[in-house]
Structure formats: C-alpha cells, structure tokens
C-alpha cells in the first residue's frame, strides 16, 4: 500500500535538491549509523520514533537538527517520527538561527515573547508546526522515555554520561557556528552548519527501508 506523499514549501523543496550525500565522510557515516539502526528498528517493529536532539544551550544546533530531522522524515514519508531538542540549561532560540530556516524556506512565528519565546515553525502547510524554545533536555515538553538521545555538541556529551529515559545515547556532534556570532561570516557560517546538518540528517533519514 502506498500513501501520497506530503509536499514541503517548495523552497525547502528545492534546497533538498542540493544536498550531496556523497559529500558526507566515511568516517561521518560510521557516526550516523547509530541512529539509522535506532530509527529502522523502531519502523520494523512499528514502534513511535522519539529523536531528542540535545546541545548545551538549545539554542543553535540542537534546534537545526531537530528541525531538519522532523522535514526528513516527512519528507521520506516516515510515520510516527516526532522530534524534540533540549540543553544541558534552557537560555533561548539565537535569532540567527531562525532567519537561517527562513532562508531555506521554512515559514516562523513568534507564538509568545520573552527572554524564551516560543517559536511556530512550518515546513509545509497541513502538519503540525514544530514548536521551538529553548528548554533543559528532561523539560515537561520532552519524551521521558524510550527515546533516542542525541548529543549534537561534544560539551554536551561530556555534561550527559548519563540520561535518564533514554533507550540509546548518541553522540553526533557539531561545529558551533556561535563562534562567528557578530562578525561578517556570520550569515554564512550560519547557513553552511545548517546545510552540513540538513545533508546528514536527510541521508541518515534516506537509508530508512520502509
């Protein structure tokens, strides 16, 4: 049985088209190999896929991977699949990282304000909005159990030998691009970490057999 696939903002639409997975270190994908295997067992015994995505601050990477994992899996047409993102500390979303999903298509509004706002953001037009603040990895709002943790900064990694609830650690870690915050590579530094982030997470999401 077949089922109609669920069409993206053709702005995302067309940036998919310019990920390369051949790009993507042998070594790269050795790392990612843990989560393919966490995510195909869960499709094979038709079990709920929990992804949460943790960085120190949830604030750049975690949420860049959290968006882009939850695109994937829509767009590989992966049911079930629902993904989160939280921090070792809860400071807030950086607004860079939201003008960097604007640019590749993804539309974002401020649902409420505050030193945190809460963010809505869509990557197509009927499925529900990601919700995007930042928040401690253990939050009300996240899974507390039978998920995969995934640890997109060594620090992070470091912080968490242990997660309480986590069926599987893994650990796939970044480059910050906070290291150009306020210099004239920001823009670009921005876009080519969320553009590393958006291949590896479409290719893992690829490699799932339905």
Not at 4 to 31: C, P, Q, V, Y
Request: with cysteine; glycine share 4%; proline share 3%.
């Amino acid at each position: 049985m077949t089922t109609n696939k669920i069409k993206l903002f053709s702005k995302i639409e067309s940036a998919i088209l310019a990920f390369d997975f051949a790009k993507i270190a042998a070594e790269r994908k050795t790392t990612l190999q843990s989560l393919i295997d966490f995510i195909q067992n869960k499709v094979n015994t038709k079990q709920t896929v929990l992804l949460n995505f943790i960085c120190t601050h949830n604030s750049r990477r975690s949420h860049l991977a959290q968006v882009w994992a939850q695109t994937a899996a829509t767009h590989y047409n992966i049911k079930n699949v629902f993904c989160y993102s939280g921090g070792t500390e809860a400071t807030a979303l950086y607004p860079t990282v939201l003008k960097t999903l604007e640019q590749s298509g993804f539309k974002i509004a401020t649902i409420a304000d505050g030193d945190n706002p809460i963010y809505s953001i869509k990557y197509t037009e009927n499925e529900h909005p990601i919700i995007g603040f930042s928040k401690s990895y253990n939050d009300d709002f996240n899974p507390k159990n039978s998920f995969a943790a995934i640890l997109t900064c060594a620090q992070a990694d470091g912080d968490c030998p242990f997660i309480s609830g986590a069926e599987k650690r893994i650990a796939i870690p970044f480059e910050d691009p906070k290291a150009f915050d306020s210099t004239w590579q920001q823009t670009e530094k921005y876009q080519d970490r969320s553009l590393q982030i958006a291949t590896e997470i479409f290719y893992l999401f690829s490699q799932i057999k339905l």
